[in-house]
């Protein structure tokens, strides 16, 4: 599988391009997602023309001004951010800089009238991406701090780069059998993520309305991305892990599956990391020679050498 493709806001790249000719370098992205991902620098505010250093930029009651200047940029950025959106067509995910109001997802300071900050804006920028993009993984770097958080966004761009990766360049090509293909060798990552959503997603693949198969990969691809922003639980992690160890049944021994269950017990009641349990089942496997559990990427979501410096 080629690396994904990500757009990244460019000073989190330690690209010099902050309003005061700073960056916000941050190392986890250059040095650890570098290594497997393909990054793509963004910088909005410099698209729009505006130089480095330049005077800082806030919503004023949802318009994008200089407060300096007294400047109003909104029509102006509204226009450039939508070009600067469509050069984004091949990404499989996107790290925003959080309180930007250019870039920032969510809770930027919007200023009222009498120069109140609420935290309810939203980036210019981030805007157009959401609008133009519904469904490609988003985060702020921020969020990248907390560790489910981080695995759960990689989880979902190399997800993302599968399923793009149906439609290259020949969409009406596409055969029914590579989406149930995608759907196979996910189901125990959407059971991870949403037993309900998987439900659906099994019903969409099975086609029994017979719709076109660019029908089929539409509904599914909305479906399958809403279910992976899909927080996963222990609870939801216990009971994929018990389904696999009911294929371990008349293969491993009873010492093998005992020391699995109690792993999964300690997992449950908070006293051993997820990557214990998961360890083990994957050895036994990959030692048992399960078909089946060995093409699921539940246990392997993203490259090994990355899952090292993320799963806790």
Known sequence: MSKPQVGVSACLLGHAVRFNGDHKRQPWITDILGKHAKLVPFCPEVSLGLGVPRPTLRLNQGRLV??????DLSEKATSCFIKLAQTAAGLDGFILKKDSPSCGLERVKDYSAKGIPNKTGQGFFAKAMCESYPLLPMIEEGRLM???????FLNQIFAYSR????????PLRIKLSAIQDLHKKHKLILMEHSPRHYSRLGRIVANPEGLSVREVLEKYSVLFMEALAVMPTA?????????AMGYLR???DETDRKQLRESIKEYLKGELPFIAPLTLANHLIQ????AYLQEQLFFAPYPRALGAHIRL
């Not at 399923?163 to 020949?170: C, G, I, K, V, Y």
């Not at 030692?287 to 399960?290: D, P, R, S, T």
């Open 235 to 243: 609870k939801t992690r216990t009971n994929v892990l018990e389904h």
């Open 250 to 252: 008349g293969k491993a």
């Open 163 to 170: 399923l793009r990766a149906l439609t290259p360049e020949a």
């Open 146 to 152: 907390d560790s489910e958080q981080r695995e759960n």
């Open 287 to 290: 030692k048992f020679e399960i």
């Open 66 to 71: 200089q407060p300096s200047t007294k400047l």
